[in-house]
Nanobody, 127 residues
């Protein structure tokens, strides 16, 4: 099991940047695929980005590709989401999630496959 704590959210103007962090504790972080998801008010939780535990593969939602970058530092047990050129539609609560995977190149985009979730951090982008 992995315990996750997100940070770095806040209020930013459109076009601005934020960097989210997700600090993990537990024995399996370095062998866990990690994901970022978000949920806007009145909407379902949606996939944002995922990265394999070997950092050899990552994937992004079409809506954020080219603007967001996911990365991880296994030595620090932390995964990051760098968000640039933010838009009002990026507003929502951002959650990180973890799931142990057998292979270093596994990425997971489906929220139902993740076992552990953080409490979320609010991102608000004003127009």
């Amino acid at each position: 099991q992995v315990q996750l704590v997100e940070s770095g959210g806040g209020l930013v103007q459109a076009g601005g940047s934020l960097r989210l962090s997700c600090a993990a504790s537990g024995r399996t972080f370095s062998s866990s695929a990690m994901g970022w998801f978000r949920q806007a008010p009145g909407k379902e939780r949606e996939f944002v980005a995922t990265i394999a535990w070997g950092s050899v593969r990552s994937s992004y939602a079409v809506s954020v590709k080219g603007r967001f970058t996911i990365s991880r530092d296994n030595a620090k047990n932390t995964v990051y989401l760098q968000m640039n050129s933010l838009k009002p539609e990026d507003t929502g609560v951002y959650y990180c999630a973890a799931v142990h995977t057998r292979y270093a190149d596994i990425i997971i985009t489906n929220s139902y496959e993740y076992d552990d979730w953080g409490q979320g951090t609010q991102v608000t982008v004003s127009s």
